[in-house]
């Protein structure tokens, strides 16, 4: 408090505040306090934005020297401070000389970002912190495509993309990242090399990884924003608790059909994504870990709503999507947006969170084995689409098939040892093991009506998703598997 003050008059001092500083003052352009000299107007700043007043003022109080003040349109710095006194009302207008310590906007950038420079609201303080933001998007499928072209488009000046997964030809009606001469090579590079073709202002940093409890707090430390583009639960609980870890804001958006939700999550005060599903659904309950097909343009539309989300947060404007949940119905046309809230009682941004740090997320996705089998070698490729419910039959419907005349191939997807135990050779069963499938797809006839059975129906299920994920459709399981054929059907068979 300046000592001055006892012999000024205090009056109401209209504090004008610089965009890309308005986040930090409830976003608001301008601001009221009462004050009767500089010195007191910025004390009262900083009692009542406290983040503000960090970004003005060096710890000592003074002025930070990439700041400006301006009293009633003259500089108050080099001013005898006598004449600092605010005898009626004025106004103090804070001019940050360098936003985030960026230089001047080069005449490439203001070409380039002309469109967006010219909106008041961004205008070219909002483009250097769009240049000095880092955001990392995990997954560089469907959502991940619009969101990575349009934060690199804008000028974000540093993307990170993480994905594990090779580009496959039944992405593209979606992933508008990828392109048909990119099938097979790794998303990152596909990403990385459009995203560098369409902004080479921007850096591009290539995560091909998948994220996971062990590697995700590494891969996520000092972004600024995360965005989830994933598409299944233990990545989506994974990045919401490594953000509320890590106090990272993150722009959700997910993707079921022909509906979507966006929000952000993990910011200031705002709730998580467990505070609104506090714990995954148990396997079988929900499309987990897949989907039921998706609509090309959704991901599209949702995409975007968390690019504008991310530019918003990161230019300090308008009201982003902390503490709502907006739902999108494409079908129907329809937008509604819910109040969402954090729950004191949440597991991890609680008053007393239980998880204070990653956990074993995978064992969310449900994925068992049939008792006393053991897993299959077989692994199902992260990120392709499953539709649910998954089309399969169980063994009187095969029965009523068979005996209807229909010939399809039934595939038998069991080892050699359990073949050998039980078979169903005499209908003509084709023997092709688990662990082989993906080597001798070629034997798999694209256009014929395929059963796949295993012992219960189980792998036969992964069987299915993974030829679907190649392109196959007309592929369907045997629910029960061969010994639910040898219970219902023919008894002469063992069950093991
Ligand atoms: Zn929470």
């Not at 203001?110 to 909106?119: A, E, K, S, V």
């Not at 939700?261 to 499309?287: I, N, T, W």
Request: net charge negative.
């Amino acid at each position: 408090m300046n000592s001055q003050d006892r012999w000024a008059l205090v009056a109401e001092v209209r504090v004008h505040i610089p965009l890309p500083l308005r986040a930090f003052a409830d976003g608001e352009a301008t601001v009221s306090v009462e004050a009767g000299s500089v010195d007191s107007a910025l004390a009262a700043l900083r009692a009542a934005y406290p983040a503000l007043a960090a970004r003005l003022l060096a710890d000592d109080g003074h002025v930070r020297p990439h700041v400006n003040l301006f009293l009633d349109g003259r500089s108050v710095r080099g001013l005898d401070p006598s004449e600092l006194n605010i005898g009626a009302a004025a106004e103090l207008t804070i001019v940050p000389s360098i936003a985030g310590g960026a230089p001047e906007l080069s005449r490439e950038e203001r070409l380039r970002y002309h469109r967006q420079l010219i909106l008041p609201e961004l205008g070219v303080e909002g483009q250097r912190r769009l240049r000095t933001a880092s955001v990392l998007i995990v997954g560089a499928g469907g959502l991940g495509s619009p969101v990575a072209l349009y934060l690199a488009a804008a000028g974000v000046g540093r993307i990170g993309i993480v994905d594990g997964d090779l580009v496959e030809v039944s992405n593209l009606h979606r992933q508008i990242l990828h392109d048909t001469p990119s099938i097979g090579t790794q998303k990152t590079a596909s990403a990385g090399a459009r995203l560098r073709a369409l902004n080479p202002e921007v850096e591009i940093v290539e995560f091909p990884l998948r994220v996971d409890a062990s590697n995700a707090l590494q891969t996520l430390q000092g972004w600024d924003i995360v965005v989830d583009g994933c598409d299944n639960f233990p990545t989506r609980y994974l990045l919401n608790d490594a953000c509320v870890l890590l106090n990272i804001p993150l722009v959700y958006g997910a993707i079921h059909r022909f509906e979507g939700q966006a929000s952000v999550f993990a910011a200031e005060g705002g709730p998580c994504y467990r505070c609104l599903f506090r714990d995954p659904p148990p396997p079988g309950f929900a499309p987990n870990c897949a989907e039921a097909g998706v609509l090309g343009s959704l991901p599209g539309i949702v995409g975007s709503i968390q690019a504008t989300e991310t530019i918003k947060l990161i230019a300090g404007i308008g009201t982003p999507l902390i503490g709502r949940l907006l739902l999108i119905d494409a079908l129907g046309g329809d937008y509604r947006s819910m109040e969402i809230r954090r729950d004191p009682d949440c597991r991890v941004c609680g008053d007393d969170p239980e998880i204070t740090e990653l956990a074993d997320y995978e064992l969310f996705c449900g994925e068992s084995t049939e008792d006393g089998v053991e897993p299959s070698p077989f692994v199902i490729p992260a990120g392709f689409k499953l539709p649910v419910p998954f089309p399969g039959l169980d063994a009187l419907e095969l029965k009523e098939l068979l005996d209807a005349g229909r010939q399809p191939i039934l595939l038998d997807v069991r080892d050699l040892a359990e073949h050998a135990m039980s078979n169903l050779a005499d209908l003509g069963a084709v023997s092709l093991p688990m662990e082989e499938l993906e080597r001798r797809l070629d034997e798999i006839d694209y256009d014929a009506e395929t059963i796949v059975f295993c012992r219960t129906g189980q792998r036969s299920m992964q069987a299915v998703e993974f030829l679907h994920s190649r392109g196959y459709v007309r592929i369907f399981n045997l629910t029960g598997g061969i010994n639910g054929w040898a219970r219902d059907v023919d008894p002469s068979l063992p069950v093991y």
